[in-house]
């Protein structure tokens, strides 16, 4: 089945850690979108990338980094800088191409930092 | 500044009657898509519909309908006949077309109870 998958579903990290969360898609999908979703709020854009080997910083990128070194996988390592990492955080991807192209999301993993 | 505003935190619903969430936005660009979706409690952003700036007429999807009044920049969801698999959080969402670089602007979302 086609789709994007994300692991771990829950990570648990110590304070002064860095942790990488997974994104995979399987849709050759050229475009793929990292968001942070804190309780009852909407979602913030951390970076994105177009294309393999290129990504931009979005709204909060700060203490966040990425790379994309293939198409299916944009990997987002949550580094010791970011000073409230605790969030659920949600990867999608959509075709370049088409105004009226919806995101695709994965299921999301849950950050809790102890 | 905000582009996307929803400005119902929750609401509540009687099963099988119609629901509406507001959604409001700000864009100087005159080519956008307006996009809604829907989070249940485990997490996962489901698309529901879309609506490009330039459609002459309103996007429905089954249940759902988007109610786009260009002039006052409102791109409000209509859900009709509410079902208890309706409950959770709904999202709109922006694309300004001009800047070619697809990314969404998510409002704060409105959470959804329907009631038996």
């Known amino acids: 089945d086609g789709g994007i998958t994300q692991s771990p579903k829950y990570l648990f990290r110590k304070e002064g850690q860095n942790v990488t969360l997974s994104c995979e898609q399987n849709?050759?999908?050229?475009?793929m979108y990292w968001y942070r979703q804190d309780p009852g709020q909407g979602l913030r854009l951390i970076y994105y990338?177009?294309?393999?080997?290129?990504?931009q910083k979005g709204d909060i990128a700060e203490g966040y980094s990425v790379s994309r070194e293939k198409k299916e996988s944009f990997p987002l390592t949550v580094t010791s800088a970011q000073k409230n990492p605790t969030a659920f955080y949600l990867c999608?991807?959509?075709?370049?191409?088409?105004?009226?192209?919806?995101?695709?999301f994965g299921p999301g993993t849950r950050l809790t930092v102890l | 500044a905000q582009k996307i505003t929803q400005t119902q935190p929750g609401m509540f619903v009687q099963e099988k009657e119609a629901v509406t969430l507001d959604c409001t936005y700000d864009?100087?660009?005159?080519?956008?898509?307006l996009f809604w979706y829907k989070q249940p409690s485990s997490g996962e952003m489901i698309f529901l519909i879309y609506?490009?700036?330039?459609?002459?007429q309103n996007a429905t999807e089954g249940r759902y309908s988007l109610n786009f009044q260009k002039a006052r920049k409102s791109a409000n969801l209509v859900i009709s006949a509410s079902q208890l698999g309706d409950s959770a959080m709904y999202f709109c969402?922006?694309?300004?077309?001009?800047?070619?670089?697809?990314?969404?602007?998510f409002g704060a979302g409105t959470t959804v109870t329907v009631r038996a």
């Open positions: 864009t100087s660009d005159p080519s956008y898509g």
């Open positions: 609506q490009g700036s330039y459609d002459q």
């Open positions: 849709l050759n999908h050229d475009a």
């Open positions: 990338s177009q294309i393999v080997n290129d990504f």
């Open positions: 999608a991807s959509s075709p370049r191409q088409g105004a009226n192209n919806e995101q695709f």
């Open positions: 969402a922006m694309r300004e077309l001009s800047s070619n670089d697809y990314k969404l602007s």
